[in-house]
């Protein structure tokens, strides 16, 4: 079931940026997520209520997650884009606190439709 609607999505060159949104309310645990043709899903960032943040190890340095609370709102901001992030990107959300939040945790309950993001070499 489509929960979480993303935006910010598109093309982009190597080395370009791009700021992903997603439009939710606040959770207990926020994340994202991308899954390229061919490939595994994979955890991309998460934060938690308390503000702490897990990143991928391939991303960290160039994406920051983030949320606005007065806007309802999670953000992703990517910068020095390279080729292989491309990928279909889905924001996810968890309510649990018992659950863990960082991006090998599976078993979020809500998601969005999914926003692509391509980088050119």
């Known amino acids: 079931q489509v929960q979480l609607v993303e935006s910010g999505g598109g093309s982009v060159k190597a080395g370009g940026s791009l700021r992903l949104s997603c439009a939710a309310s606040r959770y207990t645990c926020m994340g994202w997520f991308r899954q390229a043709p061919g490939k595994e899903r994979e955890g991309v960032a998460t934060?938690?209520?308390?503000?702490?943040?897990d990143y991928a190890e391939s991303v960290k340095g160039r994406f920051a997650i983030s949320k606005d609370n007065t806007k309802n709102t999670l953000y992703l901001e990517m910068i020095s884009l390279k080729p292989e992030d491309t990928a279909m990107y889905y924001c996810a959300a968890d309510w649990r606190d018992w659950r863990p939040c960082n991006v090998i945790a599976g078993g979020f309950p809500y998601w969005g439709q999914g926003t692509q993001v391509t980088v050119s070499s």
């Open positions: 934060i938690r209520n308390d503000g702490r943040t």
